[in-house]
């Protein structure tokens, strides 16, 4: 199977959580594209769901796909998200934000009774750390907050360079929110909730792609086939 068609499989699966009459939290990326196809093909015969997207893409996406969609401000929770991510560890905390949506996939899911991540079995690693993080910023500072950045990196001890991501048109990247985002190149982080505290606290720094502690299961398809891990009892 291609890459692909394992997104696809694993996506495929995701639909036996939703069921009629469900508010649902809709990811970004392109794994999280095949489960919004896949919705929309179950819209069209007769399922009864409103999405949130969390991204501007994926708005589009599910526009074209016929499902129906609705804001965080008219309704203000939600049954199910599924939504890819960029590495899962076993306690499946997650670096998301490889899109550049994570602040929207963030709310969304901290919005959700459940959050179903879909993935090849290639983002499941022992330590989060290899992709880089994606920080959110507000452009305002950028200097000040890469210094308070480095400090929080070193508190945690973790180490690496921080880049400032680029759009194809060679300017920084601009999130849906109107913020930018940068990507700090870790190798390893040993104690990812402690991480997502310090960053936390940063003023400029506004969300930060290390989800704790938000999904419940995750559905990875490998060659072997799919494998579903819920989140342990009493992790974080
Ligand atoms: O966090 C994300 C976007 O901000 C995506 O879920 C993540 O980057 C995975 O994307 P893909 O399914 O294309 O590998």
């Given amino acids: 199977m291609s890459k692909e068609e394992l997104k696809r499989a694993a996506a495929a699966q995701a639909l036996a959580y939703v069921e009629n009459g469900m508010q649902l939290g809709l990811g970004t990326g392109s794994t999280a594209k095949h489960f919004v196809e896949l919705l ?8 009864r769901v409103i999405g949130v997207p969390t991204s501007e893409v994926t708005r589009a996406d599910a526009e ?13 929770h939600l049954d199910l998200t599924v ?22 996939e963030k709310i969304v899911a901290a919005a959700s ?37 480095a400090a929080a990196f070193a ?3 973790v ?15 601009v999130t849906d929110g109107g913020h930018w985002i940068v ?27 290390l989800f704790i502690g938000l999904a419940k299961t995750v559905i990875l398809a490998g060659s072997q086939g799919l494998r579903i891990v819920d989140r342990p009892a009493g992790r974080v």
């Fill in 40 to 47: 929309g093909e179950r819209v069209r015969d007769g399922l």
């Fill in 64 to 76: 074209r796909c016929g499902v129906p969609l609705t804001t965080l401000d008219e309704i203000d």
């Fill in 83 to 104: 939504d890819g991510a960029d590495e899962i560890d076993p306690s499946l905390n997650l670096i998301k934000g490889g899109g550049g949506a994570l602040l929207r």
């Fill in 113 to 149: 009774a459940r959050m179903v991540v879909i993935s090849d079995d290639s983002k499941w690693v022992d330590t989060l750390g290899r992709f880089p993080l994606p920080v959110e910023v507000i452009p305002f500072g950028l200097g000040a907050t890469r210094h308070a950045l």
């Fill in 155 to 157: 508190q945690a001890g």
């Fill in 159 to 173: 180490g690496g360079e921080i880049s400032l991501r680029q759009g194809k048109d060679g300017h920084a990247f």
């Fill in 183 to 209: 990507d700090a190149h870790l190798g390893r982080i040993p104690d990812p909730p402690r991480l997502a505290s310090l960053l936390s606290a940063i003023p400029g720094v506004v969300e930060h792609g």
